[in-house]
């Protein structure tokens, strides 16, 4: 499909769906704390007026009607609870739309409107939390959505500068509670240690006792029925990602799983690893509900990578041919 044409497919549909009886549910607004950071939009000057104070700036890079920045924007900065003090204590935070036209000046050389650095910073997600160093280097990336204390711990990783000593998974993996989740088993998981060797459209799921969303994965997500049927199009392997178990991955390498999270720079959990055709196709590092998570399912599966340039160009078009087809959306659950 050329760019031309997807173009005027889009804008087919977006035009034929104003019209649809299909409706979008489960979006949420919200609006910025107060206590933000009241910026001139000026980065470079941002850093340094945090370098003096001994705080980092974090910038919270979010969409008007995301469900994931709006349970985040609540969870970890309305809500008054010790994510939020902390968050006060040892950052500036400025908040930006990822589609917004505020100007911000990055450097001496160079400005963006919101949408452009978006774009310029490779921010495919939303939320997307960065932090930033004095020297203005992105010391941790967040894609999407993160519990309190899981984002707490994080918030003191990067606080403590502990980013100077290890990554961010070797830092939780000494930091979290491992005995929040017993693993739960699934209809669809297989037990396969070479994944070389798999040649369907691949999934790999990692899990382990500090996991805050697997349960709800589990007894959400996993049990919605267009999942479980997008699911089925797939190996579905899982992983537990503290564990010493050699496996072989779908690049042919011999490795343990705990190395081959610490290398794949992971942090999340359940993360997700997507394949098709032998290649790593998509990274799932975030919360996703079932409508969105279904979707990333079969723009694998279906090879639509090959038509799309990414995902989010194929969940645009495909929401808009659902919702000119009658059908509703819902984003929440």
């Not at 739309?97 to 409107?113: C, F, L, M, Q």
């Not at 041919?321 to 819902?330: A, S, Y």
Request: hydrophobic residues 35%; neutral net charge.
């Amino acid at each position: 499909m050329s760019k031309i044409f997807l173009k005027l497919v889009l804008l087919a549909i977006f035009t034929s769906t104003l019209f649809s009886a299909g409706k979008v549910t489960g979006a949420a607004m919200h609006e910025t704390p107060s206590w933000f950071k009241q910026s001139f939009l000026d980065i470079s000057e941002d850093v340094a007026e945090a370098s003096e104070a001994n705080k980092h700036v974090m910038l919270f890079l979010d969409l008007d009607g995301c469900p994931y920045c709006t349970k985040m924007m609540q969870e970890s900065f309305v809500n008054e609870n010790a994510t939020q003090s902390y968050i006060k204590k040892h950052f500036d935070v400025i908040n930006i739309n990822v589609k917004g036209s505020r100007e911000i000046a990055w450097n001496e050389d160079k400005s963006y409107t919101e949408k452009e650095l978006a774009a310029m910073l490779n921010v495919p997600y939303s939320p997307t939390v960065l932090f930033l160093d004095g020297d203005k280097n992105i010391v941790v990336r967040l894609n999407g959505y993160r519990n309190p204390a899981k984002f707490l711990q994080i918030l003191e990783y990067v606080n403590t500068k502990e980013y100077k000593n290890m990554k961010l998974t070797e830092y939780l993996n000494k930091v979290q509670n491992k005995t929040l989740y017993t693993l739960k088993d699934n209809k669809h998981f297989q037990n396969i240690n070479n994944l070389s060797t798999v040649k369907s459209p691949l999934a790999i799921i990692f899990e382990d006792g500090s996991c805050f969303d697997c349960k709800r994965y589990h007894d959400i997500t996993f049990k919605n029925k267009e999942v479980d049927e997008a699911m089925s199009e797939f190996t579905v392997v899982r992983l537990d990602a503290t564990s010493d178990k050699k496996i072989t991955t779908p690049e042919g390498k011999t490795i343990s799983v705990k190395d081959w999270v610490k290398e794949l720079n992971l942090d999340y959990r359940p993360g997700m690893l997507l394949y098709n055709e032998g290649k790593l196709q998509n990274t799932v590092d975030a919360l996703l509900y079932s409508f969105h998570f279904k979707e990333l399912l079969r723009y694998v599966s279906n090879k639509e990578y090959k038509n799309f340039d990414n995902y989010l160009a194929y969940l645009s078009y495909i929401q808009g041919v659902l919702l000119n087809e009658g059908k509703n959306i819902d984003l929440s659950n």
